[in-house]
Nanobody, 122 residues
Framework: VQLVESGGGLVQAGGSLRLACAAS????????MGWFRQAPGKQRELVAA????????YYAESVKGRFTISRDNAENTVDLQMISLKPEDTAVYYC????????????????WGQGTQVTVSS
């Protein structure tokens, strides 16, 4: 599975962005998907994850109520809608695929995209 992220950019605090991750391969629907982020000097953080069917979602406390993860197994895509962005959301955001949302929460994944930069100005 190859993952390609898009949709990052520069936005003012309070603004919105929608990140998209396009996956290649026929087995997309068999993977749980997640969005990680990493800011300079900080550890990588899982911000959201979604199960293979989309019925189960996980959000980090720091983004609950502001970020929404969704997937389309017919289109092999997973999106991250971000609203009410804060300067502390500034990071490189990565799309990742793993066996389950539990393994993603443990920081374990099988595939990883190249990342897209999100910068939130104050």
């Amino acid at each position: 599975v190859q993952l390609v992220e898009s949709g990052g950019g520069l936005v003012q605090a309070g603004g919105s962005l929608r990140l998209a991750c396009a996956a290649s391969g026929r087995t997309f629907s068999s993977y749980a998907m997640g969005w990680f982020r990493q800011a300079p000097g900080k550890q990588r953080e899982l911000v959201a994850a979604i199960s293979t069917s989309g019925s189960s979602r996980y959000y980090a406390e720091s983004v609950k109520g502001r970020f929404t993860i969704s997937r389309d197994n017919a289109e092999n895509t997973v999106d991250l809608q971000m609203i009410s962005l804060k300067p502390e959301d500034t990071a490189v955001y990565y799309c990742a695929a793993g066996p389950t949302t539990v393994t993603l929460r443990r920081g374990l994944f099988d595939y990883w995209g190249q990342g897209t930069q999100v910068t939130v100005s104050s």
